[in-house]
């Protein structure tokens, strides 16, 4: 007879405690709260769901998640936002030849490359490449100034293919499947440290490209009204049916449409979770996925017994950023907006390591209760933070500008929080809050 254990009522409880916290926001602050922070929470653990497929399955240090999740919150603007006809009349010949000249100076590296083993291949490769790319300037910059030229206050841009937007989370998974397929084909064979390293300067260079090519994205510009799968607030408001219900459940016609609104959004993030989460359960427990545990634990080992480790690792690097791809472009609709100034390291890619070391790397359970967590310490570190500063100064005396620094002050108890929180996990729970299942060992 099996003996229960400690650790099986471990992932039940923490879980419990935490729809209790939510709860607790919804009664003493607000449901609208209480439910945008559910909403950010799951897109939070979708992102660590990524992470964790790359880390905790195959080891793999990726800290450009940004990247990732900038491209799937482009994603969202060139699928779901109307096409700008004017933008498209003045530019589409010219990005056409300059499109055409980057093939063409692909093309031509290439059969260089394969043709050709002289002592000059290479000097003759680096001047296909510029030649192409003063072609490819010579066609596209006046076509992109143009269409930047076209109404720049509220479009200067090309727009998208005024699809639903839900089709936008599948093509942001597919763009940051995309992008991942070509760095993992140069980074992956870098050690760990050095791969870390070209993970980080690349999603720079994307962010990078994503701020500055406003004839595709409006740059720092930002991309506002962007379509959502739900109606928005305003538009029940105005109407009829849903006023009466308010009225019948005696609440302001504004609270209940907002509560509305974002429960509705977190149903949809319910069912995207728990697709995601069965997709994830299923590959860590097949052949595959102890395939790619025996890899992550001895590499040397599993490549003498005739495993790709490269192949396997651009699977898992792929997988991992596409689901990445996919939270990206859930945020984007949920805020309504694509911004791409927000894309910040910090909570881009460190938050989503602490979700997933704090939750327990190796575990989806785990990367999911680490994105719940973290997120809800950082939403409400800094209410928290301003209480506690305020009962200090009312409590003790202090001067006027200490008074005012303490409280200007309290946004910053979130970082000593994030830090406090995985000290402590590391000291007395190294393998997360939820540790990775290891197989039983077998009875003497």
Partial sequence: MRTVQTSDYRMPLLYAAMALALIMVGFFQSWTVALAIFNLCMISAIMALGVNIQWGYAGLFNVGIMGFAALGGVAAVLVSMPPVPEAWAVGWQGLALAALMLLLTIAAAIMLRRSYKGRGRN?????III?????????????????????????????GLGMPIIL??????????????????????????YLAIATLGISEIILSILKNENWLTRGVKNVTGIPRPLPNELALQRSEWFADLAVRFDVPVTVMSSIAVR???????????????????????????????????????????GKDITGRHLQVFVLGS???????????TLDGQFTPTTYIPLRYTFLIWVMVIVGGSGNNFGAVLGGFVIWFVWVQAEPAGLWLMQMITTTFEFGP??????????????????????????????RGLIPEKTAAKPLR
């Fill in 123 to 127: 000097l003759l490769t680096a001047v």
């Fill in 131 to 159: 030649a192409g790319y003063f072609a490819i300037r010579y066609f596209a910059d006046p076509a992109t100034d143009a269409i930047e030229a076209v109404n720049p206050t509220s479009e200067g841009y090309l727009g």
């Fill in 168 to 193: 936008s989370w599948m093509v942001g998974g597919l763009f940051a499947a995309g992008a991942a397929y070509l760095i993992g084909r140069v980074a992956l064979g870098l050690r760990s440290d």
């Fill in 263 to 305: 429960g509705g959004f977190a149903i949809i993030f319910i069912i995207v979770l728990v697709l995601i989460m069965i997709l994830c359960e299923r590959a860590l427990n097949s052949p595959w996925g102890r395939m790619m545990r025996a890899i992550r634990d001895n590499r040397d080992s599993a490549a003498a017994m």
């Fill in 322 to 332: 596409a689901v990445v791809g996919i939270a990206g472009a859930m945020l984007v």
């Fill in 401 to 430: 500008a200490m008074r005012a620094h303490l409280v200007d002050s309290a946004a910053h108890l979130r970082m000593l929080l994030m830090g406090a929180i995985l000290l402590t996990v590391m000291r007395f729970s190294p």
